[in-house]
């Protein structure tokens, strides 16, 4: 079957620096999206990662090793306002978009 | 940027009524559009693909016949849950793509659904 794991919940500290990791296994590949979802709110697009490396975009990073079927997304400076649901999604060899159940981030002061 | 709009952003009804969401993209022309479910504290569930003017692709348990979509045109998509219960209270969102792309999908803002 295919299968997303990332962790349910991380708590952080406001500045500080958090990595949520993902991995899967999904029949085929196509790319892997990370999107922040607020509470009662649809998700937004972060990132998406097809090639292996890192990916750097403002405060956030997306990592992915296909290889290990490893995905991480990095925020730093972390503010109040990332306190969000994060979202792995990867899409597999039939263009199906498989989600993770998401990582509550909790930021405190 | 691309914006997605949806309509209601909360709806209560009865058991047994049809309550009908729509789905525009304000700024772009969407050939494709995505209707997803998200029942709390789980992932997005995507129950259909819709292309404009061609009838929807939906996933394997959704039931068409409850759950119809029209995409009548390149900013406009609706879904019409039938008959609805309370099974069916649910975060509603669809997603709009330009160029029927994944890595281009831009999301609504959902829709609440309470089905009493």
């Known amino acids: 079957g295919q299968n997303i794991d990332q962790p349910t919940e991380m708590t952080a500290t406001e500045g500080a620096i958090v990595q949520i990791n993902c991995t899967y296994q999904?029949?085929?590949?196509?790319?892997l999206f990370w999107y922040q979802q607020h509470a009662g709110e649809a998700p937004t697009f972060l990132s998406y990662?097809?090639l292996d490396g890192l990916e750097e975009k403002g405060r956030f990073s997306s990592f992915l090793s296909r290889s290990k079927g490893y995905s991480y997304l990095l925020l730093k400076e972390l503010q109040m306002k990332d306190s969000a649901s994060y979202l792995c999604?990867?899409?597999?060899?039939?263009?199906?978009?498989?989600w993770g159940a998401g990582t509550k981030l909790i930021i405190k002061p | 940027g691309a914006v997605v709009s949806q309509h209601p952003s909360r709806v209560i009804c009865k058991s047994g009524t049809s309550v009908k969401i729509e789905c525009r993209s304000l700024?772009?022309?969407?050939?494709?559009m995505f209707w997803y479910r998200q029942f709390p504290k789980q992932s997005l569930m995507l129950m259909a693909t819709?292309?404009?003017?061609?009838?929807?692709?939906?996933e394997q348990g959704v039931e068409k016949d409850k759950f119809l979509i029209n995409h009548a045109s390149l900013t406009l998509s609706t879904l019409t849950v039938t008959s609805a219960h309370p099974e069916d209270s649910s975060f509603y969102i669809c997603?709009?793509?330009?160029?029927?792309?994944?890595?281009?999908?831009?999301f609504g803002p959902g829709t609440r659904l309470t089905v009493l």
């Open positions: 999604a990867v899409l597999d060899s039939n263009y199906q978009l498989i």
């Open positions: 990662n097809v």
């Open positions: 700024d772009f022309q969407a050939t494709t």
């Open positions: 997603s709009a793509s330009e160029s029927g792309g994944w890595n281009e999908q831009f």
């Open positions: 999904t029949s085929g590949f196509n790319g």
């Open positions: 819709s292309n404009e003017g061609s009838k929807a692709t939906y």
